[in-house]
């Protein structure tokens, strides 16, 4: 493995390192997929924390949005962030 892909995956924890942003990854792949409103009511924060978290996600590459008329519904799109995640949350077993 290159030097790159540690530099990747260093930014990719970093990125996920934050408890709020790993609830955020975690509820967007148990729902597969929702909006600011939906993870605002579950995770009882501001909805301008939570945008700022979103920002951050979508920066690393780690979920996307897509507009559905007012709202936008994120998923996570990042393939080794997934893999992360199900270890972390020990979902393969």
Do not use: W
Not at 52 to 64: E, G, M, N
Not at 74 to 83: C, G, P, S
Request: glycine share 6%; charged share 25%.
């Amino acid at each position: 493995m290159d030097i790159n892909k540690y530099t990747e995956m260093a930014e990719l924890l970093k990125v996920l390192g934050h408890p709020t942003r790993l609830c955020i990854v975690n509820g967007l792949l148990n729902e597969d997929g929702c909006n600011v409103s939906f993870m605002q009511n579950c995770l009882n924060i501001p909805q301008s924390t939570v945008s700022q978290h979103i920002s951050k996600l979508k920066s690393a590459r780690i979920i996307s949005g897509e507009r559905n008329g007012l709202e936008i519904n994120y998923r996570v799109i990042n393939q080794d962030a997934i893999r992360v995640i199900n270890a972390l949350m020990d979902k393969d077993k």
